[in-house]
């Protein structure tokens, strides 16, 4: 009996220790703290945003990408490039940028036109795109049409497929304008941009 009398308050002992550690601890209160410093853009794919880098050389097909587009008189070239991050989701954005200098940048957002020639001369030329279920298509023209050529020199795209649940991340941000979304954190951080601070 005696044996049953000790464990019993023994437990008790044991059951008034936690509840007064319990009430200790869950009684302290001070002000808040101060909200920490933005921490640096994660490494390329944590972002939900998923880019996808691709090298068009100035070469025709069928040895090269450029297809001519309309017939019997083209009225531009057009290049196909293989997205597989690009779904059947309706509610994607798919953005796309350029450089005539390497996959280092830098970078300009798609539409684009004076893309080889300069501003003022008799001709202008422009690089736009379409994008659908697994594939943009890049679309190389001068205008006004009356001479059709390929581009140049070799062209570098670098395409970012965003999903919506990153899009209501931020909502104020106009995601049909490539250069709005350069400006995102994860994006400038893929396009080696040193943001304007």
Not at 8 to 16: D, M, Q, S, V, Y
Request: hydrophobic share 40%; net charge neutral.
């Amino acid at each position: 009996m005696q044996y049953k009398e000790i464990m019993k308050k023994n437990i008790l002992w044991i059951l008034a220790a936690y509840t007064l550690l319990g009430l200790a601890f869950s009684s302290c209160s001070g002000p808040a703290g101060p909200v920490g410093a933005q921490g640096p853009p994660g490494t390329k794919g944590t972002s939900n945003i998923q880019f996808v880098t691709y090298t068009v050389p100035a070469i025709a097909a069928p040895a090269g990408d450029w297809n001519p587009i309309g017939s019997p008189n083209p009225t531009g070239y057009g290049a196909d490039l293989i997205v597989p991050a690009i779904t059947t989701d309706t509610n994607l954005v798919v953005q796309v940028y350029y450089s005539l200098s390497g996959i280092s940048g830098p970078w300009s957002a798609m539409p684009s036109t004076q893309v080889f020639y300069a501003p003022g001369t008799d001709t202008a030329d422009q690089l736009g795109f379409n994008w659908d279920t697994k594939n943009v298509t890049i679309v190389y023209n001068i205008m006004p049409p009356i001479v059709t050529q390929m581009p140049k020199n070799t062209i570098y795209f670098d395409v970012a497929v965003i999903p919506p649940v990153y899009m209501r991340r931020h909502p104020n941000v106009n995601w049909k304008s490539g250069t709005a979304v350069m400006q995102l954190p994860e994006v400038e951080a893929e396009l080696h941009i040193t943001p304007n601070k």
